[in-house]
């Protein structure tokens, strides 16, 4: 089992950066394939980024590639989402999101039911 608390969300205006971070109880967390997903009021909560075990592989959701980028440090049991770029469609609370994983490079996993944990989420809100 895994725990998951993020951090780093707040305002920022239209075309500034955030980092958000997640950081992971256990000892096991480089077992789990880690996501970023994001919910924004009144719509679902949907899919950002995913890395695999090693940190090898990622995916990103149209809206965000090439302005998020997701990493993992294995040592310190921490997955960060960098943001830049931002937009007032960003605004949404964002969660960070673990499952286990048997292959090390397997990121596939788009959708919330392919997730077993979850963080209880950080405000992120652009301002335009």
């Known amino acids: 089992q895994v725990q998951l608390v993020e951090s780093g969300g707040g305002l920022v205006q239209a075309g500034g950066s955030l980092r958000l971070s997640c950081a992971a109880s256990?000892?096991?967390?480089?077992?789990?394939?880690m996501g970023w997903f994001r919910q924004a009021p009144g719509k679902e909560r949907e899919f950002a980024a995913s890395?695999?075990?090693?940190?090898?592989?990622?995916y990103y959701a149209d809206s965000v590639k090439g302005r998020f980028t997701i990493s993992r440090d294995n040592a310190k049991n921490t997955v960060v989402l960098q943001m830049n770029s931002l937009k007032a469609e960003d605004t949404a609370v964002y969660y960070c999101?673990?499952?286990?994983?048997?292959?090390?490079?397997?990121?596939?996993?788009?959708?919330?039911?392919?997730?077993?944990?979850w963080g209880q989420g950080t405000q992120v809100t652009v301002s335009s």
């Open positions: 999101a673990a499952r286990l994983a048997t292959a090390t490079s397997a990121a596939y996993y788009l959708t919330r039911s392919e997730y077993n944990y």
């Open positions: 256990g000892r096991t967390f480089s077992s789990y394939a």
């Open positions: 890395i695999s075990r090693s940190g090898g592989v990622t």
